[in-house]
């Protein structure tokens, strides 16, 4: 079983920053791709950042610029920086990670979500 636990989020004012973490811990043979998704009320969820395991990354247009993510393999955690964070960027923020508990099986697992609030 493979738990990824998310820590960071909170209010902020418009223009302020955040850090997102997530750990990931368990059954753990590998980890591919890892990243953050998002969702905001009445919206889908949409993928923000993505980064592979050999640290090529992805973002969504809206963020470009104004988030970071990276990885660090050894402690098997994501994290994502926002800066310049706006009322729009408020939404839950779930990681993910595409983990493998044996050399030939994978699946993505989910952490619970933290809530990030843009607000002044």
């Known amino acids: 079983q493979v738990q990824l636990v998310e820590s960071g989020g909170g209010l902020v004012q418009p223009g302020g920053s955040l850090r997102l973490s997530c750990a990931a811990s368990?059954?753990?043979?590998?980890?591919?791709?890892m990243g953050w998704y998002r969702q905001a009320p009445g919206k889908e969820r949409e993928l923000v950042a993505g980064?592979?395991?050999?640290?090529?990354?992805n973002y969504v247009d809206s963020v470009k610029g104004r988030f970071t993510i990276s990885r660090d393999n050894a402690k098997k955690m994501v994290q994502l920086q926002m800066n310049s964070l706006k009322p729009e960027d408020t939404a839950v923020y779930y990681c993910?990670?595409?983990?493998?508990?044996?050399?030939?099986?994978?699946?993505?697992?989910w952490g619970q979500g933290t809530q990030v609030t843009v607000s002044s």
């Open positions: 368990g059954s753990i043979f590998g980890i591919g791709g």
């Open positions: 993910y990670a595409d983990v493998r508990t044996t050399p030939t099986i994978s699946s993505r697992s």
């Open positions: 980064i592979s395991s050999g640290g090529t990354t």
